[in-house]
T-cell receptor, first 114, second 114 residues
Framework: SQQGEEDPQALSIQEGENATMNCSYK?????LQWYRQNSGRGLVHLIL?????REKHSGRLRVTLDTSKKSSSLLITASRAADTASYFC??????????????FGKGITLSVRP | NAGVTQTPKFQVLKTGQSMTLQCAQD?????MSWYRQDPGMGLRLIHY???????DQGEVPNGYNVSRSTTEDFPLRLLSAAPSQTSVYFC?????????????FGSGTQLSVL
């Protein structure tokens, strides 16, 4: 069963706008990761946030984590057409420290219109 | 470094045929895993390995076999292909398999079982 559930399923924005994507999960986690997948390609890691962190930045990406609400958000600022991709959250449960229990959500399709 | 290399990129099988999906990494990673990606289902873990000679089942292991005789290679075997195994398969690796590491993905194998 999926641990992480992303919202919305699809998002279409204009170039230059900000894109916000959400992920909710059910059980306690060690960390939460966000990945990007361009059409026909493998997933690429974007950012990891640990359970004791609340916010993390990487370039135009900002990730927040609210463990009390069991949710995370990924913000992409000043979006570009090249940001068009599917975005996945993945969670590592506290029951084990291994990636063997890294589970992925169904993904969000982001379209950035030029 | 080539990273994670998967072959073939595309494959068509008939029901009942067998085949092996190849995965190799040149990063000396201990952890390797196989995921399948289906529309609306996200990525689901099939099998994983935390080192040569060690494998374990993931979320959806039925119909698939794996072995890990070397650090570099982690092949996925379909002994008797079924239409339900039509999917895109991704191999992923990380240095040690602990949850605070990012996964490195291959570019995928698109498999169709007729």
């Amino acid at each position: 069963s999926q641990q992480g559930e992303e919202d919305p399923q699809a998002l279409s924005i204009q170039e230059g706008e900000n894109a916000t994507m959400n992920c909710s999960y059910k059980t306690s986690i060690n960390n939460l990761q966000w990945y990007r997948q361009n059409s026909g390609r493998g997933l690429v890691h974007l950012i990891l946030i640990r359970s004791n962190e609340r916010e993390k930045h990487s370039g135009r990406l900002r990730v927040t984590l609210d463990t009390s609400k069991k949710s995370s958000s990924l913000l992409i600022t000043a979006s570009r057409a090249a940001d068009t991709a599917s975005y996945f959250c993945a969670t590592a449960r506290t029951s084990t420290g291994a990636n063997s229990k890294l589970t992925f959500g169904k993904g969000i399709t982001l379209s950035v219109r030029p | 470094n080539a990273g994670v290399t998967q072959t073939p990129k595309f494959q068509v099988l008939k029901t009942g045929q067998s085949m092996t999906l190849q995965c190799a990494q040149d990063m000396n990673h201990e952890y390797m895993s196989w995921y399948r990606q289906d529309p609306g289902m996200g990525l689901r873990l099939i099998h994983y390995s935390v080192g040569a000679g060690i494998t374990d089942q993931g979320e959806v292991p039925n119909g698939y076999n794996v072995s890990r005789s070397t650090t570099e290679d982690f092949p996925l075997r379909l002994l008797s292909a079924a239409p339900s195994q039509t999917s895109v398969y991704f191999c992923a690796s990380s240095p040690t398999g602990w949850s605070n590491e990012k996964l490195f993905f291959g570019s995928g194998t698109q498999l169709s079982v007729l």
